[in-house]
T-cell receptor, first 110, second 116 residues
Framework: GQQLNQSPQSMFIQEGEDVSMNCTSSSIFNTWLWYKQDPGEGPVLLIALYKAGELTSNGRLTAQFGITRKDSFLNISASIPSDVGIYFC??????????FGAGTTVTVRA | GAVVSQHPSWVICKSGTSVKIECRSLDFQATTMFWYRQFPKQSLMLMATSNEGSKATYEQGVEKDKFLINHASLTLSTLTVTSAHPEDSSFYICSDMGQGSTYGYTFGSGTRLTVV
C-alpha cells in the first residue's frame, strides 16, 4: 500500500502541554483522517479532512490537510491524562481504501 | 454516527480449527466493509475489501483460502480464519466505508485471536 510516514513514533506528555504530530506521504490522498486507538479497542475517528488546506477543530484537537494533499498534522492543546493512546493518521485512496501511518504513542510523563 | 459491532471481542482456539468473526453495521446498509489485521505495537494492515453479494478482494500477500470473507447481507460481513495456526494470532478489525458526505470510516471494536 501507500506509505505514510508518521512522526514522532512516541511522545511523553505532561498534563496541560500541547502535543503535535504529523504525517507525510509521497502520494496524494483525497481525504486525511486522524484516529485514536486505546488498548484492545478499534480506532475511533477524531477528525476528517476533505479539502487541501482545510483546517478543522474538534474541541482541543486541531488538524490540517496540507495544501499539496501529501501531509497533515494533528495538534492537541492542553493535554489531559485521557489523551494517552495511539494516534494514527490515515489517507484515503481513490478506491476508498485507507492507508495508515505507523502511529504515535502518547504516554504520560511520570 | 455509524455503529459497527464486531463479535467476538476475543477468542482462543486450538491450532487447526477455524474461527469466524462477525462484523455488523447496526444503523445503515454497508455494501462495502474492510478487514484489517494488527500485530502488537504495529499499525493496521488492510487485508481485504468485503463486497455485499460478490467476492471479496484481497490485498497482495493475503491468502484468500485462509481468510474467507462472506458478505451475504447489507448488514453483516464475516471473516473466517481457516485452519488457524499460532502465527494467525492477531487483532482483527473491521470497518465500514463511511456514509454520505462523511468518509470517516467507523471501526469495530476488534477481535483478539489467540491460536494455541
Amino acid at each position: 500500500g501507500q506509505q505514510l510516514n508518521q512522526s514522532p513514533q512516541s511522545m511523553f506528555i505532561q498534563e496541560g502541554e500541547d502535543v503535535s504530530m504529523n504525517c507525510t506521504s509521497s502520494s496524494i490522498f483525497n481525504t486525511w483522517l486522524w484516529y485514536k486507538q486505546d488498548p484492545g479497542e478499534g480506532p475511533v475517528l477524531l477528525i476528517a479532512l476533505y479539502k487541501a488546506g482545510e483546517l478543522t477543530s474538534n474541541g482541543r484537537l486541531t488538524a490540517q490537510f496540507g495544501i499539496t494533499r501529501k501531509d497533515s498534522f494533528l495538534n492537541i492543546s492542553a493535554s489531559i491524562p485521557s489523551d494517552v493512546g495511539i494516534y494514527f493518521c490515515a489517507g484515503q485512496l481513490k478506491d476508498y481504501k485507507l492507508s495508515f501511518g505507523a502511529g504515535t504513542t502518547v504516554t504520560v510523563r511520570a | 454516527g455509524a455503529v459497527v459491532s464486531q463479535h467476538p471481542s476475543w477468542v482462543i482456539c486450538k491450532s487447526g480449527t477455524s474461527v469466524k468473526i462477525e462484523c455488523r453495521s447496526l444503523d445503515f446498509q454497508a455494501t462495502t466493509m474492510f478487514w484489517y489485521r494488527q500485530f502488537p505495537k504495529q499499525s493496521l494492515m488492510l487485508m481485504a475489501t468485503s463486497n455485499e453479494g460478490s467476492k471479496a478482494t484481497y490485498e497482495q500477500g493475503v491468502e484468500k483460502d485462509k481468510f474467507l470473507i462472506n458478505h451475504a447481507s447489507l448488514t453483516l460481513s464475516t471473516l473466517t480464519v481457516t485452519s488457524a495456526h499460532p502465527e494467525d494470532s492477531s487483532f482483527y478489525i473491521c470497518s465500514d466505508m463511511g456514509q454520505g458526505s462523511t468518509y470517516g470510516y467507523t471501526f469495530g471494536s476488534g477481535t483478539r485471536l489467540t491460536v494455541v
